[in-house]
């Protein structure tokens, strides 16, 4: 095949002096002066290239150039991954979990989507701690991603905040019945029994062995309320509710203030 000289011609920064010879597999070499003055040989071929030309000495070109600035620069990370999969559950229907999240109208806040909403998902979760944490929504199991409800938890956390999680008002808040038991050293079928048969939650929760004697009656048991603690049957008086009801609801673990102010 008829060599084509290329002397005279310019290519990006370079122009071609002279042929110089041939490489092993029969390629053209030709003599280049970048606009620099550097002189350097360069395959014919590369000259000719539409795409990732040879195009000058390799220091001009970087200088005129620059290579675009990456915008996070976390693209791998463990923390963009999880914003990924974050918004695939929402949005994406042929993801495996969208009828668990999307499918349910769970969306992903408007800060946290767009050109800039990775950085600002960055900077109010901050950086995955580990391989073992992924995002959480609490305390809303059943509401939106957003800074006011996401953390990062294990998968031993998050099993303690699903939609079927039983939740006790102990210590003045609401607290995973099963996380309680755990925390305290307590089987959670004795506190479940307990539960059943009207003790306090102080006792459900109590380390010591409790008889018969202590059990109270459903009409005597006592619930605090707004700064006032009475029995069912007061409490039952004063709502208007039935006191077993009343009784019913406490036992399915619900707390004071939705026992005896929820309408039946």
Known sequence: MKMIDLTGQTFGYLTVLRFVGKAKNGASIFRCRCRCGIEKDVLGANLKLSKRATKSCGKC?????????????QTRSPTYSSWQSMKSRCYNKNNSEYHRYGGRGIIVCDRWLGK????????????RPSIDYTIDRYPNVN????????????????????????????????????????KLNINPRTAKARLNAGFSTDQVFSTEKLGCWCRPTKKDRLISFRGETKRVVDWAEETGLKAGTIYARLNRGGSAEKTLTTPT
């Open 143 to 182: 509401g939106n991603y957003m800074p006011s409800n996401c953390r990062w938890a294990t998968h031993e956390e998050q099993n303690h905040n699903k939609r079927n999680t039983v939740f006790i008002e102990f210590e003045g808040k609401q607290q995973p019945f099963n996380l309680l038991c755990k």
């Open 116 to 127: 800039k909403g990775f950085a600002n998902f960055f900077t109010d979760m901050g950086e």
């Open 61 to 73: 070109w970087k200088i005129d150039h620059p290579t675009r600035p990456t915008t996070h620069g």
